[in-house]
T-cell receptor, first 116, second 112 residues
Framework: AQSVTQLGSHVSVSEGALVLLRCNYSSSVPPYLFWYVQYPNQGLQLLLKYTTGATLVKGINGFEAEFKKSETSFHLTKPSAHMSDAAEYFCAVSPARAGGYNKLIFGAGTRLAVHP | IAGITQAPTSQILAAGRRMTLRCTQDMRHNAMYWYRQDLGLGLRLIHYSNTAGTTGKGEVPDGYSVSRANTDDFPLTLASAVPSQTSVYFC???????????FGPGTRLTVL
C-alpha cells in the first residue's frame, strides 16, 4: 500500500531564507509524485509534479522538488522565501498508470509560516 | 472558464438531516473525486468516478453516496449527517489521460 509522510506539521522560516519541506513515500511501484499548495480558505493548487524523466522538477512560484528513488523522497525547496509563500503544502503520491482514475494519497500537510 | 464550482460554500447542519453537496466542472474531465480534509490527516478520498455512469469507493466512503449522471456533475450526499462528518469537502477532477487533479474551492460543513 502506498503512503506519504511529511516531516514537520509546521515549518517557520524568515523571509529570504531557504524553504525545505520534506516528503517521503512508500510505494511498491514507481509512483507519480505531486506537491500541492493551499492558501487560506481556498482549494488546492498544483505546484509541481514528477511523472517520468528528469528527477529535478521545477514548479510555479520558484519552487522545485527532486525525486530521489534511493531515498524514496520528494522534498520541496525554494531558495528564498517570500511572505506570500505562507500556506499549507501537501505532498501526494499516485500509482503510475495511463488512463482512468488515478487515486491520490496525500500526506498530512505542512504549514509554512514566513516571518519578516 | 470556471473550472470546478462547489456549492454551498459553507453549511451548518443538524445531525440526522440529509445534505447534498454539489460539484460541477466545465473542463470535460472524465474522472471526478470527493475528498474530505481534516486537521492532521490531510485529504482522504471518499468516492470517485472514472466516467459518467460509474462510481467507486475511496478510503472513507461510509455515510456518503455519490452519483454521476453526466460528465459535468458529481454530487455527494450525506443521507443522515453525524457530527463526525464535520469537515471541509473538496471536489476534484482529472482528465482520463493525465494524473493531475484539479480542485474546487471546497465546502465547509458543520454537523451539530
Amino acid at each position: 500500500a502506498q503512503s506519504v509522510t511529511q516531516l514537520g506539521s509546521h515549518v517557520s522560516v524568515s523571509e529570504g531564507a531557504l524553504v525545505l519541506l520534506r516528503c517521503n513515500y512508500s510505494s511498491s511501484v514507481p509512483p507519480y509524485l505531486f506537491w500541492y499548495v493551499q492558501y487560506p480558505n481556498q482549494g488546492l493548487q498544483l505546484l509541481l509534479k514528477y511523472t517520468t524523466g528528469a528527477t529535478l522538477v521545477k514548479g510555479i512560484n520558484g519552487f522545485e522538488a527532486e525525486f530521489k528513488k534511493s531515498e524514496t523522497s520528494f522534498h520541496l525547496t525554494k531558495p528564498s522565501a517570500h511572505m506570500s509563500d505562507a500556506a499549507e503544502y501537501f505532498c501526494a503520491v499516485s500509482p503510475a498508470r495511463a488512463g482512468g482514475y488515478n487515486k491520490l494519497i496525500f500526506g498530512a500537510g505542512t504549514r509554512l509560516a514566513v516571518h519578516p | 472558464i470556471a473550472g470546478i464550482t462547489q456549492a454551498p460554500t459553507s453549511q451548518i447542519l443538524a445531525a440526522g438531516r440529509r445534505m447534498t453537496l454539489r460539484c460541477t466542472q466545465d473542463m470535460r474531465h472524465n474522472a471526478m473525486y470527493w475528498y474530505r480534509q481534516d486537521l492532521g490527516l490531510g485529504l482522504r478520498l471518499i468516492h470517485y468516478s472514472n466516467t459518467a455512469g460509474t462510481t467507486g469507493k475511496g478510503e472513507v466512503p461510509d455515510g456518503y453516496s455519490v452519483s454521476r449522471a453526466n460528465t459535468d456533475d458529481f454530487p455527494l450526499t450525506l443521507a443522515s449527517a453525524v457530527p463526525s462528518q464535520t469537515s471541509v469537502y473538496f471536489c476534484a477532477s482529472s482528465d482520463s489521460g493525465a494524473s493531475t487533479q484539479y480542485f474546487g474551492p471546497g465546502t465547509r460543513l458543520t454537523v451539530l
